[in-house]
């Protein structure tokens, strides 16, 4: 998992040489969003805060964008939540002036920090993720556009996980975690 991570960083780096380089304007974005997220095996439904940067190599037409995501969902009295989360990978579709539809698949990490489930389950853990979905974007002016993204979170748990729920453990393996967001993005 680390050397994936190498290279999702040595990806973002690239991306953020190219930015100062690009030839074309407006093929950087930023974005805030909300997000919500449903972890399965957890039965939690959590609620965050995200931001994320992209890269458009295509950007009328046919579109293809590299991009990279951060949320947080903040850790609740009772010690429920408190997970975070980074994917990084392409967003493809078609845009135009106005209106732009994508799939995305984008591969990452989340991290399991909140104290109910590290006492359940002896400490922390960061596990793989895969997201993967779609999005629509619908630009207000020519550098900001709103942002709906849903998807299919897919996380890999390496070991059993405890939960509030039973006394019985959940067993490890790949689960399917429901994932939509709303946020604004602006061009540079």
Same mark, same amino acid.
């Given at each position: ?5 190498? #290279?999702?960083?040595? $990806?973002?780096a690239?991306?953020?040489? @190219?930015?100062?380089?690009? =030839? ?11 997000? $919500?997220?449903?972890? @399965? =095996?957890? %039965?939690e439904g /959590?609620?965050?805060?995200? &931001? ?17 995501? +951060? @949320?947080?969902?903040p =850790?609740?009295? /009772?010690? @429920? ?13 078609f845009?135009?002036? !106005? #209106? ?7 591969? &990452? +990490?989340?991290?399991?920090? $909140?104290?109910?489930?590290?006492? !359940?389950?002896?400490?922390?853990? *960061? %596990?793989?993720?895969? %997201?993967?979905? $779609? ?5 207000? /002016?020519? !550098? ?17 996980? +405890?939960? &509030?729920? /039973? *006394? ?11 994932? &939509? ?5 602006? !061009?540079?």
């Open positions: 998992m680390r050397i994936t991570a190498v #290279f999702q960083v040595i $990806g973002l690239l991306i953020l040489q @190219n930015v100062t380089t690009a =030839q074309s304007a407006d093929r950087f974005q930023a974005g805030v969003q909300f997000t $919500g997220f449903h972890i @399965n =095996q957890l %039965d /959590s609620v965050g805060i995200g &931001g994320r940067i992209a890269y458009d190599l295509l950007d009328e037409g046919a579109a293809l964008s590299l991009e990279g995501e +951060f @949320n947080y969902f =850790q609740n009295p /009772s010690g @429920n939540f408190g997970e975070s989360q980074f994917l990084t990978g392409v967003k493809a579709g845009a135009s002036e !106005r #209106f732009g539809l994508f799939a995305k698949l984008r591969p &990452g +990490f989340v991290h399991f920090a $909140g104290g109910d489930f590290a006492e !359940r389950n002896h400490g922390t853990a *960061t %596990d793989f993720a895969l %997201d993967a979905g $779609g999005v629509m974007e619908y630009r207000l /002016s020519g !550098r900001t556009a709103l942002r709906l993204a849903w998807g299919d979170t897919m996380v890999f748990f390496p070991k059993p996980v +405890f939960t &509030g729920s /039973s *006394t019985t453990p959940k067993p490890a393996g790949l689960t399917h975690n429901l994932q &939509g967001s709303i946020g604004v993005m602006f !061009r540079f």
